[in-house]
């Protein structure tokens, strides 16, 4: 593991990681996300409806292929949703895009 890497793990994307509280906030909805370069972050989506996360993710990140571009996450195809606060589901990655 890299030190961009190691800087990800155990944060909420778009908290920077010299943030006093960059972790997850215990009222808040999250979505685990699960390879690529945003691998082991976590991203807030709390209030989102069913379609909206059904949908994925394009996060801009530095990281990416190509720097300043995106990358790709998309939710497990028939994986269970947990209700409530805390990690909901899981987005995979799926690939970058400048």
């Given at each position: 593991?890299?030190?961009?890497?190691?800087?990800?793990?155990?944060?909420?994307?778009?908290?920077?990681?010299?943030?006093?509280?960059?972790?997850?906030?215990?009222?808040?909805?999250?979505?685990?996300?699960?390879?690529?370069?945003?691998?082991?972050?976590?991203?807030?989506?709390?209030g989102?409806?069913?379609?909206?996360?059904?949908?994925?993710?394009a996060?801009?990140?530095?990281?990416?292929?190509?720097?300043?571009?995106?990358?790709?996450?998309?939710?497990?195809?028939?994986?269970?949703?947990?209700?409530?606060?805390?990690?909901?589901?899981?987005?995979?990655?799926?690939?970058?895009?400048?």
């Open positions: 593991m890299n030190g961009d890497e190691q800087l990800l793990r155990g944060r909420v994307y778009g908290c920077d990681h010299d943030a006093p509280n960059p972790g997850p906030l215990p009222a808040r909805t999250y979505a685990a996300l699960v390879g690529g370069p945003l691998d082991g972050l976590l991203l807030d989506i709390t989102w409806t069913a379609e909206e996360v059904d949908g994925g993710v996060l801009a990140t530095e990281l990416s292929r190509w720097p300043g571009g995106r990358a790709l996450y998309d939710p497990g195809a028939d994986e269970p949703r947990t209700p409530g606060r805390g990690v909901a589901c899981h987005f995979y990655y799926s690939g970058d895009t400048p």
